[in-house]
């Protein structure tokens, strides 16, 4: 059964920082790996998408690579911003059974002015 | 190209009531799929409805049911609600252009029971 881990679960960092956040999955078969970010009350909004014969995509300060034989997968977002606060959320989407994403609980990120 | 929509945004129940959201795929898109999200946790799978038969549940009791329309539009229905049946409610669609292994997510419905 696959399971997805973010960590840290709550991140605050000052403005201008670079930041890691990571995500781990323990079923290695998967077609791809989606970032999100959401905001308090609202839907999801896709960030970053790669597929699992890819090793990372990156979208202006944003980069996101994958490990997919060790479970791993990184969000690095480069000079944060205090608009880039916000949960962000890693989803798994498997090989097996109903096409569905299988998300972690996510990092609640918070960027100080 | 529209996107995913649903209704309403925000709804209040009473525990023990029935409620019905309701969801349109994005143009195009023939499988349609819902997720609850409880407060602090990543959503959680629902079901999925495929040409209008289900096609996959998540660990979730029957009084959680769905129905998808011949335009590929969608309802979830929620019959004797939980106080636990708080969450926001995600609708996402998906489509043989994408080889139906990317969905894209509505803005959600928050459901409030009390």
């Known amino acids: 059964k696959q399971e997805v881990t973010q960590i840290p679960a709550a991140l605050s960092v000052p403005e201008g920082e670079n930041l890691v956040l990571n995500c781990s999955f323990t079923d290695s078969a998967i077609y791809n790996l989606q970032w999100f970010r959401q905001d308090p009350g609202k839907g999801l909004t896709s960030l970053l998408l790669i597929q699992s014969s890819q090793r990372e995509q990156t979208s202006g300060r944003l980069n996101a690579s994958l490990d997919k034989s060790s479970g791993r997968s990184t969000l690095y977002i480069a000079a944060s911003q205090p608009g880039d606060s916000a949960t962000y959320l890693c989803?798994?989407?498997?090989?097996?059974?109903?096409?569905?994403?299988?998300f972690g609980t996510g990092t609640r990120l918070k960027v100080l002015a | 190209e529209t996107g995913v929509t649903q209704s309403p945004t925000h709804l209040i129940k009473t525990r023990g009531q029935q409620v019905t959201l309701r969801c349109s795929s994005q143009?195009?898109?023939?499988?349609v799929s819902w997720y609850q999200q409880a407060l602090g946790q990543g959503p959680q799978f629902i079901f999925q409805?495929?040409?209008?038969?289900?096609?996959g549940r998540g660990n979730f009791p029957p009084r959680f049911s769905g129905l998808q329309f011949p335009n590929y539009s969608s309802e979830l229905n929620v019959n004797a609600l939980e106080l636990d049946d708080s969450a926001l409610y995600l609708c996402a669609s998906s489509g043989a252009e994408q080889g139906f292994t990317e969905q894209f997510f509505g803005p959600g419905t928050r459901l409030t029971v009390l």
């Open positions: 143009s195009g898109h023939n499988t």
């Open positions: 409805y495929y040409r209008e038969e289900e096609n």
């Open positions: 989803a798994v989407w498997g090989t097996s059974g109903t096409y569905k994403y299988i």
